[in-house]
């Protein structure tokens, strides 16, 4: 018998309300509010309890449109790209700084993407960036963290 | 009221109100004429934007990303037959045959003014129901909150759904879960933050857009491989045409406008239902008022049939800013993720939101007409123009999407973790979304979270813990009748399909 992946996910959802029901059975109200009609803990129990009525029903009950997907025709491959270089992105925004780390991802995530003409890539990046940094910086007065330029006296 | 009208006068017409306005149609109209790409995005990635704004200013440029996507919707609906958005797949019924005839233009043109007066004609109603409503509403208690809520996150669900409610309930239901992470309002006492600093002010609203929508439309582009750009590059590529229309094509559109306009209106008020059920049911009355003649050119090329539609999902749009600034309920995805920023400015939407913020509530529903202006005079001869700046290929588009989402949210909070969570959810979302499991609801049940628990506590502490309060005022059982009733339709429209 196979199971269908909406199923799946039902059933997930289902584990994920019990697991949410479980942890909000754990919330430590203040001892006055313990028997009150509603503390910190009552809204996220009877959402414990939604959760796992509708995953439930929704595995019980027989599916009316069959929802698979064909995995074949998706391209996997570029979003875990694309990921790995957002989380990537992230690692280094922080330490590396906004102008490089975002000029970097940029330029990687075109290429990832199949872009080859590196004269329009470099523009959308580098540059790009430095103008979104001046908009930001010069007339908005948004402050960002970036190291790089502060070693090299761009910015203060 | 006149009063207002000339403090929102006033607001709107300031110099930077007006950019804002031109600049979030011209904004919203690439975005929208993108398949795939709707108001939500569009409006998700202008959240970090307008918070850099005062909250009118903020709102009147969501409002026109909101008009101009729609529009943009339109567009592509028109010329290429591919809806940028759901409110404009029934345009495309009549619009696209008469593009294929050579009349793209003249179809352009009808869409464009029957938006403008469907919104125009909406924005006066809003005018005189929203103050009136504002107080009726005063008279609502936390009971009534509460059933409305629920009210609103059930209809959205089975509207959003396309017959698959019990998806849709559980999207709702993981929304106010994700909305209940962080301190308790009330006792501060930390709830689902597993021991995590970042997590104790909760998840931020905008994270949660941009990470369901722009992010993971991003990433499901990628996915299926589809190149939203290639629409853009046909519109470009066709001959439009003429956009003067002839004696008889004004008179039609004339006489479609106004009934379309109130179907429109009302359709938008209601919770759930929205531009695109709007616009199937203004195509559907029409067919039904004109003669038999011109019944049959539906299909073909009417246009009544093109006029219907464009004028009810504008008269929609507009519609749905009712229920948002006069009970602070949104009635739809796009005005939920309007009331989270609104909420983000400390501004709480609802009845005496046009008493205490008199500049917001009436500058909102001012800048309405001048959005539809400048859609008519600005984005209708630049439709072209516009295409050719959509060209852009995806393995720009998409890369720029995920930046500005990114970027949109370290700028908020300068923290990394922001952006791994809104990665993990985007990843999530993804997969849900691919198994056809809608995200507004999420997002409306996200937006509510707060005052629905809110609502209840005060309900739970009035009656004693009695959950008597839902059938005591009369207000509150009727919207929970409402409620039940949607809920039995569709129960009894799943059992009839089996």
């Not at chain 1, 001892?31 to 595995?59: H, Q, V």
């Not at chain 1, 990537?88 to 080859?116: H, K, N, P, Q």
């Not at chain 2, 609103?152 to 309930?169: D, E, I, N, P, Y």
């Not at chain 2, 001048?370 to 060209?391: D, W």
């Amino acid at each position: 018998m196979k199971i269908s992946s909406v199923k799946i996910i039902s059933l997930l959802f289902f584990v994920l309300s019990a697991f949410y029901l479980y942890t909000a059975y754990q919330i430590q109200v203040f001892s006055f509010d313990e028997n009150a009609p509603f503390n910190a803990k009552t809204f996220p129990i009877y959402l414990g309890y939604a959760g796992m009525f509708l995953a439930g029903l929704k595995i019980i009950l027989p599916e009316r449109l069959k929802e698979e997907v064909d995995h074949k025709v998706l391209d996997y491959k570029k979003v875990i790209f694309l990921v790995i270089i957002m989380i990537f992105y992230g690692l280094t925004i922080l330490r590396v700084g906004f102008f490089v780390s975002t000029s970097i991802f940029l330029l990687l995530s075109y290429y990832f993407l199949g872009e080859r003409r590196w004269k329009f890539m470099i523009i959308f990046s580098f540059p790009f960036v430095a103008i979104f940094m001046f908009l930001l910086h010069g007339l908005l007065n948004i402050y960002l963290r970036d190291p790089f330029l502060k070693y090299l006296g761009i910015i203060g | 009221m006149i009063e207002g009208i000339l403090i929102g006068l006033k607001t709107a017409l300031s110099l930077k109100n007006i950019l804002m306005v031109m600049m979030g149609c011209f904004f919203g109209t690439i975005i929208g004429m993108l398949p795939g790409l709707g108001p939500m995005t569009a409006i998700a990635l202008m959240i970090p934007i307008t918070y850099g704004f005062d909250p009118a200013t903020g709102l009147i440029l969501m409002a026109g990303v909101y008009y101009g996507a729609v529009f943009g919707g339109s567009t592509s609906s028109i010329l290429i037959n591919a809806p940028g958005i759901p409110g404009t797949v029934a345009t495309s019924f009549d619009g696209y045959p008469m593009a294929q005839q050579g009349k793209a233009g003249k179809a352009l043109a009808i869409a464009a003014y029957s938006s403008f007066a469907g919104g125009t004609i909406a924005a006066i109603f809003l005018l005189f129901a929203a103050p009136s409503l504002s107080k009726v509403s005063l008279s609502f208690r936390s009971p009534d909150y509460f059933a409305l809520m629920i009210l609103g996150l059930t209809a959205v669900a089975a509207f959003s759904s396309k017959g698959q409610f019990l998806k849709a309930m559980m999207m709702a239901v993981l929304g106010l879960m994700l909305a209940s992470v962080g301190q308790d309002t009330l006792s501060d006492i930390p709830r689902f933050v597993f021991n995590n600093m970042n997590l104790s002010d909760g998840i931020s609203f905008v994270l949660v857009v941009m990470a369901t929508f722009a992010m993971s439309e991003a990433l499901m582009i990628i996915l299926r491989g589809t190149d939203p750009s290639s629409a853009a590059k046909a519109i470009s590529l066709k001959e439009l045409g003429s956009i003067k229309l002839d004696k008889e094509e004004t008179k039609k559109t004339l006489k479609t406008i106004p009934r379309s306009s109130i179907i429109g209106f009302i359709v938008g008020v209601l919770p759930g239902a929205g531009s695109t059920i709007g616009s199937f049911l203004a195509y559907g009355m029409e067919r039904n008022f004109v003669s038999k003649e011109e019944k049959e050119k539906f299909g073909k090329g009417s246009v009544h049939g093109l006029a219907a539609p464009e004028t009810a999902n504008n008269a929609a749009c507009s519609g749905s800013f009712v229920p948002l600034l006069t009970l602070g309920i949104p009635g739809s995805g796009t005005t939920a993720v309007m009331l989270g920023a609104l909420l983000g400015f400390g501004i709480q939407p609802g009845p005496r939101l046009y008493m205490t913020n008199p500049e917001i509530f009436w500058s909102v529903i001012m800048s309405m007409y001048i959005g539809m202006v400048v859609l008519l005079i600005l984005n209708l001869p630049l439709i072209p123009y516009i295409a050719r700046i959509l060209a852009v290929p995806r393995t720009f588009l998409i890369p720029m999407i995920l930046f500005f989402s990114v970027t949109g949210i370290y700028l908020m909070s300068f923290n990394t973790f922001d952006i791994f969570l809104m990665i993990g959810i985007a990843i999530v979302a993804t997969g849900l979304r691919l198994y056809k499991f809608p995200m507004p609801p999420l997002i409306l049940a996200f937006v509510l979270g707060g005052l629905m628990e809110e609502n209840l506590r005060r309900s739970l502490l009035i009656s004693d813990g009695s959950f008597s309060f839902l059938w005591e005022r009369p207000v509150t059982a009727v919207i929970i009748v409402f409620t039940i009733l949607i809920v039995s339709w569709q129960a009894y429209q799943s059992l009839k399909t089996k």
